[in-house]
């Protein structure tokens, strides 16, 4: 199943790109994620916590970057296993980051493969957890540039 979109960040482009690539920052935008580790500097595990439709996933996610160029694209694989049930995710999102004035649009793609229980949910479903995924991050990344921005921490 592939996810695009596209939104803005009221920051420039490269300041953009070094937030997105602290993964720290990336995943504090991500709601339901805990426990980040760093393995290495392309490679890291956390949880995943979320809700599709009326079931509670906990997953066990590794993350690498397999791809950079600054200051224009970030490409990660992510696999993950759920806790406590069988199936798989796995996905690799690819974004795209353009000069828009003081700003940056960005453009992302996401190739999403669920196996098991998870795979039987259903796209429309999954798209519509998507897309409340991606208001979540959009709105917790323009929030932390906009506090930047206004000198808070």
Aim: glycine content about 6%.
């Amino acid at each position: 199943m592939k996810i695009t979109g596209t939104f803005q960040v009221p920051a420039p482009r490269e300041a953009v790109y070094e937030r997105l690539n602290d993964a720290q920052f990336f995943a504090s935008c991500v709601e339901g994620v805990s426990h980040l580790q760093e393995q290495d500097p392309l490679h890291y595990t956390a949880k995943l916590e979320t809700r599709i439709a009326y079931i509670k996933f906990s997953f066990n996610v590794a993350v690498e970057f397999i791809n950079k160029v600054p200051p224009e694209t970030i490409a990660v694989k992510a696999e993950g296993t759920p806790i406590g049930i069988v199936g798989r995710l796995a996905s690799t999102a690819t974004a795209q980051l353009m000069p828009a004035g003081n700003a940056t649009d960005i453009a992302y793609e996401i190739d999403v493969a669920l196996t098991g229980k998870l795979g039987s949910i259903g796209q429309p479903v999954l798209k519509a957890k998507a897309k409340e995924m991606e208001r979540s991050f959009v709105k917790n990344i323009n929030a932390a540039f906009a506090a930047k921005s206004e000198g808070a921490p």
